[in-house]
C-alpha cells in the first residue's frame, strides 16, 4: 500500500533556532516528492520538488534532502522565524500514476514561538 | 497575476441539504483537482479534470458528490443530501498540464460545515 508518515505529527520551538522535519514513504515506484507549506486557512504552497536523481535541494532558509534507497525525505529549516508557523505537507507521486498518483502525508504542524 | 480561488470561504449547512462549491482556476491551466481535507490531516484526492472531462473521479466517496466543468475553466462541486462526516476543507487546485512534475497550485479552500 502506498503510504506518506511524516514525523513529528507537531513540533514547538523558538524563533532562531532549527528544526527539521522528516517524510518516510512506500509509494512505488517512485516520481517526485514534494514539500508544500499549508498556512492556517490557506491552501498548500510549493517549497521544493525532488526527483528520483537529486539527494539535496534548497530553497532559501528551507533545505530538503532525500534518500531513495531508504525512501526517506527530510525538510531542514533554518534560523526559524514567525512566520514559518504552519503545517508541512510531504507529498510523494506515483510513476504513471495519473492524477491519484498522489499520496499526501499527514503534516507536520510547526509552531515557532518568540 | 490571480491564482485560484474559491467560493464561498465557508459554507454552513444543515444535515440533508445540498451545495455547490466553486473553484476558478489559474487562467490557461487545463488541469484541475479538488481535494478534501479533514483536521490535522493530509488532502485527499477526490477528482480531476483534464479540460472539460473528469479524467479520474476514483476519489469522489459515494454518489452524493458530482463536479462538473463545463466550460474548461470554473469548477463547481456538489453536494447533494449532506451529511455531518462532511464537513471538511475541500480545496481546489490546478496546474497547466496535469503530467508530472508540473506544480499544482492550490485555492485558500471552502471550510464546509454540515449541522
Known amino acids: 500500500k502506498n503510504q506518506v508518515e511524516q514525523s513529528p505529527q507537531s513540533l514547538i520551538i523558538l524563533e532562531g533556532k532549527n528544526c527539521t522535519l522528516q517524510c518516510n514513504y512506500t509509494v512505488s515506484p517512485f516520481s517526485n516528492l514534494r514539500w508544500y507549506k499549508q498556512d492556517t486557512g490557506r491552501g498548500p504552497v510549493s517549497l521544493t520538488i525532488m526527483t528520483f536523481s537529486e539527494n539535496t535541494k534548497s530553497n532559501g532558509r528551507y533545505t530538503a534532502t532525500l534518500d531513495a534507497d531508504t525512501k526517506q525525505s527530510s525538510l531542514h529549516i533554518t534560523a526559524s522565524q514567525l512566520s514559518d508557523s504552519a503545517s508541512y505537507i510531504c507529498v510523494v507521486r506515483r510513476s504513471g500514476g495519473g492524477a491519484d498518483g498522489l499520496t499526501f502525508g499527514k503534516g507536520t504542524h510547526l509552531i515557532i514561538q518568540p | 497575476g490571480a491564482g485560484v480561488s474559491q467560493t464561498p470561504s465557508n459554507k454552513v449547512t444543515e444535515k440533508g441539504k445540498y451545495v455547490e462549491l466553486r473553484c476558478d482556476p489559474i487562467?490557461?491551466?487545463?488541469?484541475l483537482y479538488w481535494y478534501r481535507q479533514s483536521l490535522g490531516q493530509g488532502p485527499e484526492f477526490l477528482i480531476y479534470?483534464?479540460?472539460?472531462?473528469?479524467?479520474?473521479d476514483s476519489g469522489l466517496p459515494n454518489d452524493r458528490f458530482f463536479a462538473v466543468r463545463p466550460e474548461g475553466s470554473v469548477s463547481t462541486l456538489k453536494i447533494q443530501r449532506t451529511e455531518r462526516g462532511d464537513s471538511a476543507v475541500y480545496l481546489c487546485a490546478s496546474s497547466i498540464s496535469g503530467r508530472a512534475p508540473y506544480e499544482q497550485y492550490f485555492g485558500p479552500g471552502t471550510r464546509l460545515t454540515v449541522t
Open positions: 479534470f483534464q479540460g472539460t472531462g473528469a479524467a479520474d
Open positions: 487562467s490557461g491551466h487545463t488541469a
